[in-house]
């Protein structure tokens, strides 16, 4: 059970409202009116940022159901406040709320890429493509300030290096230059992500990501610009946005998306009563219909953490949703893959004084 919202926040444009103890936490707790409290006036919650110095950059992974190996993430936390996040468990590591905190008390890694082109320059390194976003976007809000991006590309297009990337911030086209140059050498492919074409849904899911048309215009605008461009309908939640399958593949394939994915509603540790929660307060018409639908596909659960299961769901609701996705990408002309991205150029940048080859 969540604990009650704090009567001294003021919240704008959040997708939680309250702050559960992450489940690492010894103790929970609780506040308790003990008939003495004064009233105060209510203070707007703003975004706290942090710095942290990490001695790594490139954090790996051997799950079996996941395409790539490695992985840079350079925020903690989102403040996009996406209220499904699978990732806002992972602010318990930090002792923080998968609530409120998750978007509220962000931490960034400035020295990204100067810690990536360490690791990039060490003799054990074997080149693979690097996927960007693949826990919290590295394109929030916030990077429009601390443009720690940029630095990043730079690096790995010094050193001919593959980058994917996952986003919904619309701060990529700021990059647009350098994600084209990447793009030209096949090293580059960006996916986009978009949950629902109703603005006002999208407002009250995703209170600080960009409006479903401007993803629109971000495929549009990457797409004229040469990258490759995969739309992702993630996650497809039952009843809520699973009616816009169709028309959402339409729209990004318009839009100039050349292929797409799908991902069903993920809800591990504390997102499921979170997304309950939000469920009661801005949808309690629907609420256990929608629970009961994304039961339905996880055995009885609101989430099934088993490989090979966890993306897709199990059982007669998932295999339709699965199935409609598949009929309407064939039908709109995506391709089954994008092309495979080009490690064979990785090496070093030349540096001043190096002697240049021949050939």
Not at 17 to 25: H, K, L, V
Not at 135 to 164: C, F, S
Not at 177 to 200: K, M, Y
Request: overall charge positive; some cysteine.
């Amino acid at each position: 059970m969540l604990p009650p919202k704090d009567p001294d926040d003021r919240l704008k444009a959040r997708g939680a409202d309250t702050r559960p103890d992450g489940r690492f936490e010894p103790h929970q707790r609780v506040r308790e009116a003990d008939g003495w409290d004064i009233p105060e006036e209510q203070r707007l919650l703003r975004t706290e940022v942090v710095t942290e110095r990490p001695r790594s950059i490139i954090t790996r992974n051997s799950s079996p159901d996941i395409s790539f190996d490695r992985s840079i993430n350079p925020y903690r936390g989102c403040e996009h406040g996406c209220i499904y996040c699978y990732a806002r468990p992972s602010h318990a590591y930090l002792g923080l709320s998968p609530g409120l905190d998750f978007e509220t008390r962000i931490t960034a890694k400035p020295d990204a890429a100067q810690l990536l082109e360490k690791e990039l320059a060490r003799p054990s390194y074997r080149v693979a493509p690097i996927a960007l976003g693949t826990n919290t976007d590295p394109y929030q809000p916030v990077e429009a300030k601390l443009a720690i991006m940029p630095g990043i590309l730079r690096v790995l297009r010094d050193w001919n290096h593959p980058v994917t990337l996952v986003t919904r911030g619309q701060t990529v086209l700021r990059d647009l230059d350098l994600w084209a140059e990447l793009a030209a050498r096949d090293q580059a492919a960006v996916g986009v992500s978009i949950t629902t074409l109703d603005p006002a849904l999208a407002r009250a899911m995703e209170p600080r990501a960009p409006t479903p048309a401007t993803r629109l215009r971000m495929i549009r605008d990457l797409s004229k610009a040469g990258v490759p461009v995969r739309v992702m309908v993630a996650p497809v939640i039952p009843v809520l946005t699973e009616p816009e399958i169709e028309a959402i593949l339409g729209a990004a394939r318009e839009a100039g998306a050349s292929t797409a994915s799908m991902i069903a509603l993920r809800l591990p540790h504390e997102v499921a009563p979170l997304f309950r929660d939000w469920l009661q307060r801005h949808r309690p018409d629907m609420a256990a219909h929608v629970m009961n639908r994304v039961q339905a596909m996880r055995g009885g659960k609101d989430y099934d953490a088993r490989f090979g299961a966890r993306f897709k769901g199990e059982g007669i609701e998932a295999q339709l949703a699965q199935q409609r996705f598949r009929l309407a990408r064939k039908r709109l002309g995506y391709r089954e893959a994008g092309p495979p991205l080009d490690s064979s150029r990785f090496g070093p940048p030349p540096r001043a004084g190096d002697q240049m080859s021949l050939f």
